[in-house]
T-cell receptor, first 113, second 111 residues
């Protein structure tokens, strides 16, 4: 049973460009959250999607947007990239109405130059 | 969301038991306590979750006192491969599971 799958694993972009990161949740999971993790810091919550809607959002600008598809997979879009957006982007999934923790993917390493 | 406080770092030796304590004074009635382990360049991995008293699985134990204002993750007989960052999170067990990560505890296991 595949866990959370993220693509691509690594990405290099130029300042001002746009990027799309993809996530397939673990089988049976219906909720996806996205986190940004800078080097040496804990993951920072970006937003959460459930039933194709953004349900919760952290303290991130509107340049960060997302989408969830009917098959529960999700995308994270970042516009007008800044150097400070360089980080490991983590996708985590879980199933509603359960009290188990997240299952995380291995992340996408984004480097903005 | 309840804020958590953990030691920034800990050192241990192989074969020892390691206890990492997390403070969460403002934990809410519906909140669960969850611990994750993270290796460099990987996503966090779920270790254990509990609500009260004691929970044990194949890798760790979680001790939660009656007032639930703190919790202790116990790792028995650590090995070098247990060197990682450990995060304590507190969150609602319902759909709002947007757990807030702190800086975590960096555990170094020495030979």
């Amino acid at each position: 049973d595949a866990g959370v799958t993220q693509s691509p694993t690594h990405l290099i972009k130029t300042r001002g460009q746009q990027v799309t990161l993809r996530c397939s949740p673990k089988s049976g999971h219906d909720t996806v959250s996205w986190y940004q993790q800078a080097l040496g810091q804990g993951p920072q919550f970006i937003f959460q999607y459930y039933e194709e809607e953004e349900r919760q959002r952290g303290n991130f600008p509107d340049r960060f947007s997302g989408h969830q598809f009917p098959n529960y997979s999700s995308e994270l879009n970042v516009n007008a990239l800044l150097l400070g957006d360089s980080a490991l982007y983590l996708c985590a999934s879980f199933r509603q109405a359960t009290n188990y923790g997240y299952t995380f993917g291995s992340g996408t390493r984004l480097t903005v130059v | 969301l309840a804020k958590t406080t953990q030691p920034i770092s800990m050192d241990s030796y192989e074969g020892q038991e390691v206890n990492i304590t997390c403070s969460h004074n403002n934990i809410a009635t519906n909140d669960y306590i969850t611990w994750y382990q993270q290796f460099p360049s990987q996503g966090p991995r779920f270790i254990i979750q509990g609500y009260k008293t004691k929970v044990t699985n194949e890798v760790a134990s979680l001790f939660i006192p009656a007032d639930r204002k703190s919790s202790t993750l116990s790792l028995p007989r650590v090995s070098l491969s247990d060197t990682a960052v450990y995060y304590c999170l507190v969150g609602d067990g319902n759909y709002g599971q947007n757990f807030v990560f702190g800086p975590g505890t960096r555990l170094s296991v020495l030979p």
